[in-house]
């Protein structure tokens, strides 16, 4: 996050897409991007395949949304949300195949990729688990590193990645309820969730304004993020980010992608 008493708060406000084919049917999944200035794109692990991609990119460079990688534990039974028990070099070798199977079909569409942000249980196994984030960072590096990494804000995956040579920002959720301890409340607990359009709204400009979000059962935590996620295969996206965008918008903030590519 940035700002001075000169300028607006600068925040990207990003979704996860290309996991539901369904809702790039139906046109969910424009009406999301239409809404945020990030896009993380499902890349064939969890969800997504070479069809899927395509469609996202194309949405995405019609639409000027920044463009990610989305890489996640190769379990769609799972949604690629429970720990996957692989060693680092197979964590290494499947990042770095979904990260350049999208980059192939990026380079087709004439979209740059700007941002990796992985998924699920491998997003929250690389903040809590210095050898995943590692991993996670080799695997893109095989790649390119002139390219963001995002993690959860406050994490030590961030250091990590940038020991790797990469910048890395932290993530905060708007649609996502917070433990005392930084870390997010497991999705299978009551009250994970923020289904509440206004609910989210309301924490999405705590975190960009305050830097702080108020825990599960109480007390408040500080959040120091520069990116804002909305889950895009969470019922009520669309009306979620639509209430996120308008209450940072209201608030005096602007929105503004990360990422600008360093090469």
Request: hydrophobic share 50%; net charge negative.
């Amino acid at each position: 996050m940035s700002g001075t008493a000169a300028e607006p708060v600068t925040i990207d406000l990003n979704a996860d897409v290309g996991e539901l084919p369904e809702a790039l049917d139906d046109g969910r999944e424009e009406a999301l991007l239409r809404l945020v200035s990030s896009a993380n794109i499902a890349c064939g692990g969890h969800a997504g395949d070479e069809r899927t991609m395509a469609r996202v990119l194309a949405l995405a460079g019609r639409l000027g949304v920044a463009a990610g990688a989305h890489p996640g534990y190769p379990d769609r039974a799972s949604f690629g949300r429970r720990s996957a028990g692989m060693d680092p070099g197979a964590i290494e070798e499947t990042v770095f195949e979904q990260v350049g199977a999208l980059a192939a079909g990026a380079s087709r569409a004439g979209v740059e990729l700007r941002h990796v942000k992985p998924h699920g249980a491998l997003y929250n196994d690389a903040a809590g688990n210095e050898d995943v984030a590692a991993a996670v960072a080799r695997g893109v590096a095989r790649w390119r590193n002139s390219v963001v990494l995002v993690g959860l804000a406050g994490s030590h995956c961030l250091e990590v990645y940038r020991t790797h040579g990469f910048e890395a920002e932290g993530e905060a959720f708007a649609d996502r309820a917070y433990e005392a301890d930084g870390t997010l409340r497991p999705r299978a607990l009551p009250g994970a969730l923020h289904a509440d359009p206004a609910v989210a709204a309301a924490q999405a400009v705590r975190i960009a304004v305050a830097g702080w979000v108020t825990a599960f059962g109480g007390g408040d935590i500080a959040v120091a993020a520069r990116t804002i996620c909305v889950h895009g295969d969470s019922p009520g996206a669309v009306a979620v980010a639509r209430a996120v965008r308008a209450a940072l918008l209201a608030a005096g903030i602007r929105l503004a992608p990360i990422g600008a590519a360093r090469a």
